[in-house]
């Protein structure tokens, strides 16, 4: 083997590798602020949101909480954003609410226009949620109404 060709190939798989590791980072913090605000764990969701996001940060664990999501029901799906753009997170899936005897459910869907969508800046060596997500679909969502949908109606 030629040792350009061995450099060509280790070329090809070194650099996808690190791309892909560089997304992750983005898509783990968007992944963990989620679950923060489904969680109601304040602390984590704060220190995920940029400053320009605190104020709807704390709108969002205020509804959140409101809903009592059932957290053993969370089942989200969490990809970086089309042709890799790590600044933005697509959360999709479901997760039950409400009375535990009578759990509703939410879909997180792109078809139904419900998806979460996640924008991610860069703050030192971190990724932090900013003022440009979009929670599509919920009440949240400039004026949105929220949609009860029954399980695989994605």
């Known amino acids: 083997m030629s040792k350009k060709f061995a450099l060509l190939l280790v070329a090809l798989l070194v650099v996808p590798a690190l791309l892909v590791a560089c997304s992750t980072e983005s898509r ?8 923060a605000l489904l969680k109601g764990d304040e602390e984590k969701a704060l220190e995920l949101a940029c400053d320009s996001y605190q104020e709807q940060t704390q709108t969002l664990l205020a509804w959140y ?15 970086v954003g089309k042709a890799g753009n790590e600044k933005e997170i697509i959360a999709t899936g479901s997760y039950e ?3 535990p005897d009578m759990p509703r459910e939410w879909v997180l869907s792109e ?21 440009e ?4 679909g919920s009440p949240l969502d400039m004026g949105g109404d929220e949609e009860e949908t029954e399980s695989g109606d994605e």
Do not use: P
């Open 133 to 136: 997500s979009v929670f599509e």
């Open 65 to 79: 909480a409101e809903q009592d999501v059932h957290e053993k029901s969370i089942d989200l799906k969490f990809d």
């Open 111 to 131: 078809k139904k226009n419900t998806r979460i969508v996640l924008d991610m800046e860069k703050d030192g060596d971190d990724w932090c949620v900013t003022d």
């Open 97 to 99: 609410y409400g009375d």
């Open 28 to 35: 783990d913090a968007g992944e963990d602020y989620i679950n």
